[in-house]
């Protein structure tokens, strides 16, 4: 601990007003009844040179766009002074309590969680492990989340390993630092009997998959195409900003959430063994992968700081999943790990969906990133069905259209990749700052060295897309039928493809 006081010091010991108070945070998470679907949260806070202090939990974690509330799970709080005596704790509104009568008082905050859905977005506990959401498990300081935190996991039988993107302190095995909450809350603990893979190098970087009921399947298979998979990721922006990256199997599920050094996935290996199988979990880890750089590094504006209270809603959803989605393809297609007739197939499948949503003719790339937080992530269910669009659909086709407009605009110089690490460079690395939608935009056409009109008509507009113009591009055509009611849409090659086309198709590949 000794170390961590050391940290503190010199990182808050700048100006006198801080000198006055220098509030430090110790969590101790244990599971005294797991299968009880709970765990337990002692917070240990000193040094406030104030009366009151209020608490609070985030309703929502960044990566996945919906309001949680997670301060619903927390139960029978309670706080004492150092001397065991009572202080005064209040709920004040649904994210947030009170504590008063604390000036220069040690607090030991304790509570509950409790878990009832086993959920890539929430903590999930069992008898077997625990999954912990640190937004769902750690009440922060209204005004101080930019002060270091240590955490530290009380170990339990049976449950020997544990797995986060945050650095050990001291080398100890169970204590975690963050240098603030907004890291601590990028990074999700997962805890119990847990199997490490064979990690591999990329540029010289470790990454890891470590995993819980990872299931039956060929492990040195799968991490020689994990291996091709980051190493392809990488060479479009081209640098790695991380020490480490983790990628966690949560066990079978759905879904998987993006971290700046992990990722938290639902994974099931007996998957793998087909080979349908396997492209959708390359392809989805493909996406999850690349979102350490597309969202959590080159970022819309609206995407950090968090607003951890009520969501932070911006209109480039499109960009950040949209075109995650785009990448997730074409990684695994410049991999290798996938042929171009497969490549062809994952793009008609949303073309497909996009062309047979009513909800084009009522909905924008931009409404709908906008309106996720309201509508769901895919849109809206029931009684709106068919008004409403997914940008994990059209996202991903708009880029496509976009890659061949700024390819064919600079014969095959420039492409999304150069828009992709121009926004890394001088938004992330220089300015270090997310981009505003017209700089998006000024981004695409000023690498394309043309303006993108129609393009950016698709982004925020319901006008309908012009495929053969834009596939055309790279020597490729979109057939439509219809059948039962239903269009089938299928990419081919042109048969006479022009030298322009076939090279901006043959770069496009990556062949
Ligand atoms: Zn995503």
Same mark, same amino acid.
């Given at each position: 601990?000794?170390r961590?006081?050391?940290?503190?010091a010199l990182?808050?010991?700048?100006a006198?007003?801080?000198?006055?108070?220098?509030?430090?945070?110790?969590?101790v998470?244990?599971?005294?009844k797991p299968a009880?679907h709970?765990?337990h949260?002692e917070l240990?806070t000193?040094?406030w040179?104030?009366d009151?202090?209020?608490?609070?939990?985030?309703?929502?974690?960044p990566?996945?766009y919906?309001?949680?509330?997670y301060?619903?799970?927390?139960?029978g709080?309670?706080a004492?002074d150092?001397?065991?005596q009572?202080?005064?704790?209040?709920?004040?509104?649904?994210n947030?309590w009170v504590l008063?009568?604390i /000036? !220069?008082?040690?607090?030991i905050l304790?509570y509950d969680?409790?878990?009832d859905?086993q959920?890539v977005? *929430?903590?999930? #506990?069992?008898s077997?492990?625990?999954?912990?959401i640190?937004?769902n498990?750690f009440?922060?300081?209204?005004?101080?989340l930019?002060?270091?935190?240590s955490?530290?996991?009380?170990?339990y039988?049976?449950w020997?390993?544990?797995?986060t993107?945050l650095?050990?302190?001291d080398?100890?095995?169970d204590?975690y630092?963050?240098r603030?909450?907004?890291?601590?809350?990028?990074?999700?603990f997962l805890?119990?009997?847990?199997e490490?893979?064979?990690?591999?190098?990329?540029?010289?970087?470790?990454h890891?998959?470590?995993g819980?009921a990872?299931g039956?399947?060929?492990?040195?298979?799968?991490?020689?195409?994990?291996?091709k998979?980051?190493?392809?990721?990488?060479?479009i922006?081209?640098?790695?900003?991380y /020490? !480490?990256?983790t990628?966690i199997g949560?066990?079978?599920?759905?879904?998987?959430i993006?971290?700046?050094? *992990?990722?938290? #996935?639902s994974?099931d290996g007996s998957?793998?063994?087909?080979a349908a199988?396997?492209?959708q979990t390359?392809?989805?880890?493909?996406h999850e992968?690349?979102h350490?750089y597309?969202?959590k590094r080159i970022?819309?504006?609206?995407?950090?700081?968090f607003?951890?209270?009520?969501?932070?809603?911006?209109n480039?959803?499109?960009?950040s999943?949209?075109?995650?989605?785009y990448?997730?393809?074409l990684?695994?297609k410049?991999?290798?790990?996938v042929?171009e007739?497969?490549?062809?197939?994952?793009?008609?499948?949303n073309i497909?969906?996009?062309?047979?949503?009513p909800g084009r003719?009522?909905?924008?790339?931009v409404?709908?990133?906008?309106?996720?937080w309201?509508?769901g992530?895919?849109?809206?269910?029931g009684?709106a069905?068919?008004?409403?669009?997914?940008y994990?659909?059209?996202g991903?086709?708009?880029g496509m259209?976009?890659?061949?407009a700024?390819?064919?605009?600079?014969?095959?110089?420039?492409?999304?990749?150069?828009?992709m690490?121009?926004?890394?460079?001088y938004?992330y690395q220089?300015?270090q700052?997310g981009?505003?939608?017209?700089?998006?935009?000024q981004?695409c056409?000023t690498?394309?060295g043309?303006p993108?009109?129609e393009?950016?008509e698709?982004?925020?507009t319901?006008?309908e897309l012009d495929?053969?113009t834009?596939?055309?591009?790279?020597?490729l055509k979109?057939?439509i039928?219809e059948r039962q009611g239903k269009?089938?849409?299928e990419?081919s090659?042109l048969p006479?493809?022009d030298?322009?086309?076939t090279a901006i198709?043959k770069s496009w590949?990556?062949d």
């Open positions: 601990m000794f961590f006081v050391l940290f503190l990182t808050c010991g700048g006198a007003v801080k000198a006055q108070e220098q509030p430090t945070f110790h969590y998470v244990s599971f005294p009880m709970q765990y949260v240990r000193n040094g040179n104030r009151t202090l209020q608490l609070k939990m985030p309703a929502w974690m990566g996945y919906q309001l949680m509330n301060a619903n799970n927390v139960l709080i309670t004492q150092e001397k065991g009572n202080i005064p704790i209040a709920k004040t509104d649904d947030s008063s009568g /000036r !220069q008082k040690a607090i304790n969680v409790k878990t859905r959920f977005a *929430n903590s999930y #506990v069992d077997t492990h625990a999954y912990l640190p937004g498990t009440l922060y300081v209204d005004g101080f930019h002060l270091p935190v955490v530290e996991v009380e170990p039988p049976g020997p390993n544990i797995v993107g650095d050990n302190v080398r100890e095995p204590k630092f963050a603030d909450f907004d890291i601590l809350y990028d990074c999700p805890i119990g009997n847990l490490s893979l064979r990690s591999f190098k990329v540029r010289g970087v470790e890891r998959f470590i819980y990872m039956d399947f060929d492990r040195q298979d799968f991490m020689d195409k994990l291996a998979v980051v190493a392809v990721g990488v060479d922006i081209g640098d790695i900003p /020490r !480490q990256y990628f949560i066990g079978p599920g759905r879904g998987g993006e971290h700046l050094n *992990n990722t938290t #996935v994974f998957n793998l063994r087909t199988g396997m492209n390359l392809n989805f880890l493909a992968y690349f350490h597309n969202v970022r819309p504006m609206e995407l950090g700081p607003n951890y209270d009520a969501g932070s809603p911006t480039l959803l499109w960009v999943e949209g075109l995650t989605v990448y997730e393809y990684i695994v410049r991999a290798g790990l042929d007739a497969g490549l062809f197939a994952d793009f008609a499948q497909r969906a996009v062309e047979n949503n003719h009522f909905q924008s790339l409404q709908a990133s906008y309106s996720t309201k509508d992530p895919f849109g809206t269910q009684d069905v068919g008004k409403t669009i997914s994990y659909d059209k991903p086709v708009v259209l976009l890659d061949f700024i390819r064919n605009a600079t014969r095959n110089e420039k492409s999304l990749d150069d828009v690490r121009f926004l890394y460079r938004y220089q300015q700052r981009f505003t939608d017209a700089e998006f935009r981004a056409e690498i394309a043309a993108l009109t393009l950016f698709y982004v925020h319901t006008k495929y053969d834009y596939l055309g591009y790279a020597g979109l057939d039928r269009k089938e849409v990419i090659r006479q493809p030298s322009l086309q198709l590949l990556g």
